[in-house]
């Protein structure tokens, strides 16, 4: 299906904090109800877990493909412990490459591109994967998946959209012009995009929503390589022009941490890093590319960003709770809790020595841990971020 994946596996997820920080982020969190679907990532079950294993299954099976893993050096550990429940044979094919500091999705798919094309060359289809989003069942995401491959071999940009379930502002969106169709190739919707839109306010998106053809904006994109590299020479060579120097990383480059093959030491990749500016995908190449389609999801897809969202995902976390009176609380702790006569409240306690804290918000009210963030950050208190 494609030749490499790319897993984009950074960021800090404070969206659910406090349980997901820059320590340990969201993608690390657990989900049991997402267990495996193919058995060849074992017994983990974390959006981690997840997304490598969607991975594992759009990759060439003949072997030569790669599961290209690029995340900051703080979740390297986090990555490892992931990896040891993948299979020998599988773990063979992923490579992770810690990135020298965080420069958002652009400079993370750059890395991803310059290392395919060093290490295989060719024209080779890839395919870019969040690590944070829950997707379900995996084989008709693969069905998808295939359509936008059979498109990426066209000198396509594809981008993967989601029809909208409400008038969401907490999501970008992809607004869609014709369907385009290719021999051979049947089952999936695809639509050439006619504009990309900026996380709307609540009266635009019911606008969007109403006219039929706008679809949430996933985060996964597919493509060929040579294709990718003219269009980030095009509309933005300043992100691209800095690894161009990087040359192919030698074997003394690599280290092998508990069976997982890691980049360690690719030399020039720190000073890349000094020079590349910090920006999104979407904004330094989907949005000006004009060569672009959407392939609408038939799956299901959730970016779970806030507590609400995430107990509908995966119903009881089996904290230790102790309850007289009320009901209707969600608890996430790893410590005892104990609720007497309150309802519909979210609670969340991480007692951790590092960086303690407890949340207590509302069912229904649990966005307000942005702004809670917010106060955070402004007040200094950046060790609980």
């Known amino acids: 299906m494609f030749d490499d994946c790319i897993i984009m596996a950074g960021g800090s997820g404070t969206r659910l904090w406090p349980a997901s920080n820059s320590r340990r982020p969201k993608q690390f969190l657990a989900i049991s109800q997402e267990s495996s679907q193919t058995g060849d990532v074992g017994g983990g079950h974390t959006f981690?877990?997840?997304a490598l294993e969607r991975a594992l299954a759009l990759i060439d099976s003949s072997g030569h493909g790669r599961v290209i893993?690029?995340?900051g050096e703080g979740h390297v550990p986090f990555i490892i412990e992931a990896c040891t429940s993948v299979s020998t044979v599988l773990r063979d094919r992923l490579v992770l490459i810690p990135e020298p500091r965080a420069k958002n999705t652009a400079a993370a798919i750059a890395l991803g591109i310059t290392y395919v094309q060093r290490v295989s060359g060719g024209n080779r289809t890839i395919v870019v994967l969040t690590s944070d989003h829950s997707i379900?069942?995996?084989e008709v995401f693969k069905a998808n998946a295939a359509s936008g491959a059979a498109f990426a071999r066209q000198e396509k940009l594809v981008v993967f959209g989601i029809p909208p379930r409400s008038p969401a502002t907490g999501y970008g969106y992809i607004e869609t012009?014709?369907?385009?169709?290719?021999p051979g190739v049947s089952g999936a919707r695809v639509f050439r995009v006619a504009s990309f839109r900026e996380?709307?306010?609540r009266?635009?998106?019911e606008q969007f929503v109403a006219a039929g053809n706008f679809y949430w904006n996933s985060g996964m994109f597919a493509f060929s390589a040579g294709f990718m590299l003219r269009a980030f020479k095009d509309y933005a060579p300043e992100i691209i022009a800095p690894?161009?120097?990087l040359q192919a990383p030698e074997e003394q480059a690599y280290r092998n941490v508990q069976g997982l093959r890691m980049l360690g030491d690719w030399p020039g990749l720190p000073a890349v890093y000094e020079q590349v500016p910090t920006t999104s995908?979407?904004?330094a190449i989907a949005e000006k590319c004009t060569q672009t389609v959407m392939v609408a999801a038939d799956f299901a897809w959730m970016d779970v960003g806030s507590w609400d969202e995430y107990e509908r995902l995966v119903g009881d976390t089996r904290s230790e709770v102790y309850q007289s009176g009320g009901a209707s609380c969600f608890v996430d702790a790893d410590i005892p809790v104990a609720l007497c006569g309150v309802e519909d409240l979210i609670v969340v306690v991480r007692s951790g020595k590092d960086a303690p804290a407890v949340l207590i918000a509302k069912r229904g009210e649990t966005q307000r841990v942005k702004e809670i963030v917010e106060q955070i950050r402004a007040a200094g208190k950046t060790e609980l971020l």
């Open 48 to 50: 981690f877990h997840a």
């Open 199 to 201: 996380k709307p306010a």
């Open 243 to 245: 690894f161009a120097r």
């Open 281 to 283: 995908f979407d904004y």
């Open 136 to 138: 379900q069942p995996l």
């Open 69 to 71: 893993i690029i995340a």
């Open 177 to 182: 012009a014709e369907a385009l169709s290719l």
């Open 203 to 205: 009266p635009v998106a």
